[in-house]
């Protein structure tokens, strides 16, 4: 069977307004033990207190460079053929032209449905063992296929998932284990980085405690040079992240113009570190992307990143630096942790947190089925893993995750440029 549609416009992204963010102090873990980096962030700080456009986002900024247009790109570029049967777990082709080249096909690792038992979410290796176990109810971390509130169920596909506690045992500060779920990276100056993630009902970020944050929600290459922290501050609302070598401006107009938060935010210790006003959501599954261009040299601004949730932009910050310049660096991010250090209250709450679809690679080159033929409207994004890939033609196993048979659903192929193609319109079996 075949299927094939013409190509659709791609309408501009909405933009959500938001109240701002006042600033408040930087917290205790994204410093570590640099006091020389905490003394520079509460000098940048004040400097921008200074400023009446401190918290202002670059809503209508249009002079982003090519090279960051790592979501959805601006085109859609020719006719996708569609060839096989579209039921899960089913190899099913598609042809057009421009795809480039991807070698291996397969993302670096994935938590379903990946070729290489080696590259598996789950296998082990994949991470620190003293942090996780299969089957183990009783520590902090449990990986299995089938966790209470999974979001795909009944599907021999691998689909693991990770269920992580956050309770006073895993109170770092009194000793506990908290780090999360580990697993490293590709080695590679691009990253894309997708997962679902799921807070269980009655997650209560106001129990966790980490300086001036809640807790980590992911942590990259902890306590090396780049390393990440986007952390929960605020009980909740809002997201801090940083770039440690800052966002490229001689002034605070230039700085903002690099920093991008439709939702709301803007510089928290200027120009290290950001806020976004987003609220995590609580009992239900979320879709996250992570793009990263990691700079090609300490000091040299041409890095960028960006997080989109359900598909909708929370930040894009272009012209960074990752590398902290006080130490010799890395050339590229180790691992990630699904999770991080906190502190933790005396109430004795236990919350959990799961995650699975997890899908890492070292290129923006990807098959995704979304709900929506504009990309930009789609809020239901599957990525799917690819078997086969050539300039005309790619082979790939279909993951519909959460669609249900007969549900119409797009196919999108994303070069490694980011540049769209497609999409193809499909009802699934």
Same mark, same amino acid.
């Given at each position: 069977?075949?299927?094939a549609?013409?190509p659709?416009a791609q309408p501009?992204?909405m933009?959500i307004?938001a109240?701002?963010?006042?600033a408040?102090?930087l917290?205790e873990?994204?410093i ?6 905490c ?8 400097v921008t ?5 401190d918290?202002?986002s670059?809503?209508n900024?249009?002079?982003? #460079?090519?090279?960051s247009?790592?979501d ?6 020719g006719t996708?053929?569609v060839?096989g049967?579209l039921?899960h777990?089913s190899s099913?082709?598609?042809s057009?032209s421009?795809f480039?080249q991807?070698d291996p096909a ?5 938590s379903y449905?990946?070729p ?5 979410f789950?296998e082990m290796g994949?991470f ?5 176990s299969?089957?183990a109810?009783d520590?902090?971390v449990?990986?299995?296929d089938?966790?209470? #509130? ?11 998932y ?5 309770s006073a045992r895993?109170?770092w500060?009194?000793g506990g284990?908290s780090a ?7 080695e ?8 679902w993630d799921y807070f269980?009902?009655g997650?209560?970020?106001s129990h966790?405690?980490t300086g001036?944050?809640n ?5 990259m290459?902890?306590?090396q040079?780049?390393h990440e922290a986007?952390?929960?501050?605020n ?10 070598g ?6 605070? #107009?230039?700085?903002?113009a690099?920093l ?11 120009p290290?570190s950001?806020?976004s006003s987003?609220a995590l ?6 879709h996250?992307?992570?793009?990263y261009r990691?700079?090609?040299?300490p000091?040299t601004f #041409?890095g ?9 932009r ?5 012209h ?5 310049s006080e130490s010799?660096?890395n050339?590229?991010f180790?691992n990630i942790?699904?999770g991080g250090?906190?502190?933790f209250?005396?109430?004795?709450s ?7 679809g ?5 290129t923006?080159a ?7 033929p504009?990309?930009d409207?789609c809020?239901?994004?599957?990525v799917q893993?690819a078997?086969?890939?050539s300039?005309g ?11 249900q ?9 994303f ?10 319109s499909l009802?699934l079996?």
């Amino acid at each position: 069977m075949q299927w094939a549609t013409r190509p659709i416009a791609q309408p501009k992204s909405m933009i959500i307004p938001a109240s701002l963010l006042p600033a408040s102090l930087l917290s205790e873990p994204l410093i570590g033990n640099r006091p020389w980096l905490c003394a520079s962030l509460l000098l940048a700080m004040l400097v921008t207190a200074c400023s009446d456009d401190d918290h202002q986002s670059n809503q209508n900024n249009e002079n982003w #460079d090519a090279g960051s247009q790592a979501d959805s790109g601006t085109n859609t570029n020719g006719t996708l053929t569609v060839t096989g049967d579209l039921i899960h777990g089913s190899s099913v082709v598609v042809s057009g032209s421009g795809f480039g080249q991807k070698d291996p096909a397969a993302p670096f690792r994935a938590s379903y449905q990946h070729p290489d038992q080696a590259q598996r979410f789950q296998e082990m290796g994949a991470f620190d063992d003293r942090y996780w176990s299969l089957g183990a109810a009783d520590i902090m971390v449990n990986l299995a296929d089938d966790l209470p #509130d999974s979001r795909v169920k009944g599907r021999a596909s691998q689909q693991y998932y990770a269920r992580l506690e956050y309770s006073a045992r895993g109170n770092w500060e009194a000793g506990g284990y908290s780090a999360g779920v580990q697993t490293n990276l590709p080695e590679s100056k691009v990253l894309y980085l997708s997962w679902w993630d799921y807070f269980e009902p009655g997650f209560e970020a106001s129990h966790m405690a980490t300086g001036a944050a809640n807790f980590k929600w992911i942590y990259m290459s902890p306590g090396q040079n780049p390393h990440e922290a986007m952390q929960i501050i605020n009980d909740g609302t809002d997201l801090l992240c940083s770039a440690l070598g800052g966002i490229a401006g001689d002034t605070n #107009d230039e700085q903002n113009a690099n920093l991008d938060i439709p939702g709301g935010g803007g510089f928290y210790g200027r120009p290290l570190s950001w806020t976004s006003s987003y609220a995590l959501p609580i009992g239900r599954w979320y879709h996250v992307e992570l793009f990263y261009r990691l700079n090609s040299a300490p000091k040299t601004f #041409d890095g960028s990143m960006e997080l989109r949730i359900d598909n909708q932009r929370i930040f894009r910050v272009q012209h960074i630096d990752v590398y902290d310049s006080e130490s010799t660096p890395n050339e590229y991010f180790d691992n990630i942790r699904f999770g991080g250090n906190y502190g933790f209250d005396e109430s004795g709450s236990v919350f959990y947190r799961q995650y699975g679809g997890i899908y890492l690679d070292g290129t923006f080159a990807r098959v995704v089925l979304g709900d929506a033929p504009n990309y930009d409207d789609c809020r239901h994004l599957e990525v799917q893993i690819a078997t086969q890939w050539s300039n005309g033609s790619i082979t790939f196993t279909l993951n519909e995750g959460s669609f249900q048979a007969a549900d119409t659903a797009y196919l999108y192929v994303f070069d490694a440029s980011g540049q769209q193609h497609g999409p193809a319109s499909l009802v699934l079996e």
